[in-house]
């Protein structure tokens, strides 16, 4: 099972702020998801990511939101002015080995607080 | 609006017994479908996948799909303590697509 690292596992900021949620593979991947959960509700599709490029958004990937790959193997979210309504579980997941129809892998997720 | 529907439960069941989640999604393009357990606080776990109408088994687990009835469901047969949690139906197209997920359905095995 292809596994994933997020970091950090909390992070706790203040409203207005800028935040950069981080996600590693542990082997060499081109393609990768973020998903959010707000407690006690569904989990949401944010963006995935395609060889450097944004493959597919959702409405709530808006203008707060960029995804990098920094350094070839980091993949990053930023949030440039985080809301109160911004705090969730975010996940970063990669697809499964089968190809088509493939599933998702999720890391542990990053529980992002805002205040 | 792509849509997948599940009771939010609890769904409670005596150690040993059958579990049956059931799930509905409204976007007929839908392929394939999964099945994930979250346990509060932590990040959903694959279980199963299922592309083809009928039963596929894996262990304890079976998946069902019925795509006429736009229908998925999962049995959990000899139910545990350790199966409580949140059982997430998600849907999703062909190749690397996006996933939509239903809110889950809570699940308690009692001892």
């Known amino acids: 099972e292809p596994e994933v690292t997020q970091t950090p596992s909390h992070q706790v900021t203040q409203m207005g702020q800028e935040v950069i949620l981080r996600c590693v593979p542990i082997?060499?991947?081109?393609?990768f998801y973020w998903y959010r959960q707000i407690l006690g509700q569904k989990v949401e599709f944010l963006v995935s990511?395609?060889?450097?490029?944004?493959?597919?958004k959702s409405e709530i990937f808006d203008d707060q939101f960029s995804v990098e790959r920094p350094d070839g193997s980091n993949f990053t979210l930023k949030i440039r002015s985080t809301k109160l309504e911004d705090s969730a579980m975010y996940f970063c997941?990669?697809?499964?080995?089968?190809?088509?129809?493939?599933?998702?892998?999720f890391g542990q997720g990053t529980r992002l607080t805002v205040v | 609006q792509k849509e997948v529907e599940q009771n939010s439960g609890p769904l409670s069941v005596p150690e040993g017994a059958i579990a049956s989640l059931n799930c509905t999604y409204s976007?007929?393009?839908?392929?394939?479908f999964f099945w994930y357990r979250q346990y509060s606080g932590k990040s959903p776990e694959l279980i199963m996948f299922?592309?083809?109408?009928g039963d596929k088994e894996d262990g304890r687990f079976t998946a069902q799909l019925n795509k006429a009835s736009q229908y998925v469901s999962l049995l959990i047969r000899d139910s545990q303590p350790s199966d409580s949690a949140t059982y997430l139906c998600?849907?999703?197209?062909?190749?690397?697509?996006?996933?939509?997920f239903g809110k889950g359905t809570m699940l308690l095995v009692s001892p």
């Open positions: 976007d007929r393009g839908s392929q394939s």
């Open positions: 082997s060499n991947h081109l393609y």
């Open positions: 299922i592309y083809s109408n």
């Open positions: 998600a849907a999703g197209n062909s190749g690397y697509s996006t996933l939509t």
């Open positions: 990511f395609y060889n450097n490029e944004i493959s597919e």
């Open positions: 997941a990669i697809p499964g080995p089968h190809g088509v129809n493939t599933e998702a892998f």
